[in-house]
């Protein structure tokens, strides 16, 4: 489903959709397909779900929103992640 479909099916709903067509564009994720997962009566419940969907399944594109918003602005983030103490070089062995 478009975005604008989603709204006018779900109105003033916390949704969490997943992207199933998406592209990026000068830092912006542009999302032209989604599909509902589910619909919370708030945001912490949303945040909720979202976070165990995402333990599952990182490689899904998940996102919590609510349809009051008229258009999808999503930034993307770069992450740099962390290394381990393995993984940093020991005194004396750089």
């Known amino acids: 489903m ?12 916390w949704l969490l959709v997943e992207a199933i067509k ?3 564009e000068a830092g912006k994720r542009i999302v032209e397909q989604l599909s509902i997962v589910s619909e919370f009566p708030d945001s912490v419940t949303a945040m909720q779900d979202y976070a ?3 333990r599952e399944a990182p490689e899904r ?3 919590v929103l609510h349809t009051s918003r008229e ?3 999503i930034t993307e983030r770069t992450w740099l ?3 381990s103490n393995s993984q ?5 062995n750089a």
């Open 2 to 13: 478009r975005w604008e479909e989603i709204r006018q099916r779900y109105p003033d709903q």
């Open 22 to 24: 998406a592209y990026s």
């Open 52 to 54: 165990q969907l995402h």
């Open 61 to 63: 594109e998940l996102y």
């Open 71 to 73: 258009t999808l602005d």
């Open 81 to 83: 992640g962390i290394r």
């Open 88 to 92: 940093l070089p020991r005194k004396g």
